[in-house]
């Protein structure tokens, strides 16, 4: 029996969050340059989509370029803002074939401008779409993003829109790129490293990790069943015990 009919698709995560982690490891295992890595990794996008698809999973985040990549050399930060320009024009006809509606989260205007028009170019095109959402996290940073919630609650205040003691989570969730998203129930990170790197970091809260060495250009649809498969193994609690997830259950 494949990892794929033991899971119960009644029971798969709504959302699922990925750090693709080892494109440049991967290259220069193969002698190749870390670029070659990561256009390698597109068919692992499209891989995860198709499993993300076959098990009724809803939102699909990819962490794709942090606010810390800036710092990478300056021709495979050139080189990565290529490679996106290039595959989202590709992909998006693909992309409308399949249902997908693509959004992002970050701030895109430090992107440069042709990468910027591509990317709501795409969002015009699969906006009304109704299958998978396929969030790219791009230019993100989530201390940045808490920051800025910050700043506009206390703005907010400042001008009388808020009572400070008025302030609860839902202030906060408001204020974040992923206002109108869920959080996810599933973190994936390849690569074999366990850090979550400034990605998410108040919807992770209560999502349950899953780490594995496969590098990201070699992550196939079977990794990400094995990844749904082990979560459903899982009982999730939320501060409750064992006895009262089986009295509500």
Known sequence: MSTLEKIDLKNTPN????IMDGNG???EKQGESRLFGHG???????????GAQETNVKYLTLYA????NW???????EGLMNLLVTTISNEVDELNKNNVKISTIGDLDRLPGDCKAEMISAFECTKTNTGVNLILALNYSAKLELVNAVKSIANDVVNGEYDIDAIDEQTI???LYTSEIPD???LIRTSGEHRVSNFLLWQIAYTEFYFTNVLWPDFRKENLYDAIFDY???ERRFGLVSEQIEKKA
């Not at 390698?40 to 989509?49: C, F, N, T, Y």
């Not at 710092?71 to 930060?77: F, G, L, M, S, Y």
């Open 65 to 68: 370029f942090s606010t810390e």
């Open 71 to 77: 710092n990478r050399p300056k021709a495979e930060v």
């Open 40 to 50: 390698i990794g597109v068919e692992s996008v499209r891989e995860v989509l198709k």
């Open 184 to 186: 996810p129930e599933l």
């Open 173 to 175: 969730v408001q204020q």
């Open 232 to 234: 459903q193994s899982r």
């Open 15 to 18: 959302h699922i969050a990925i």
């Open 25 to 27: 490891r991967w290259a």
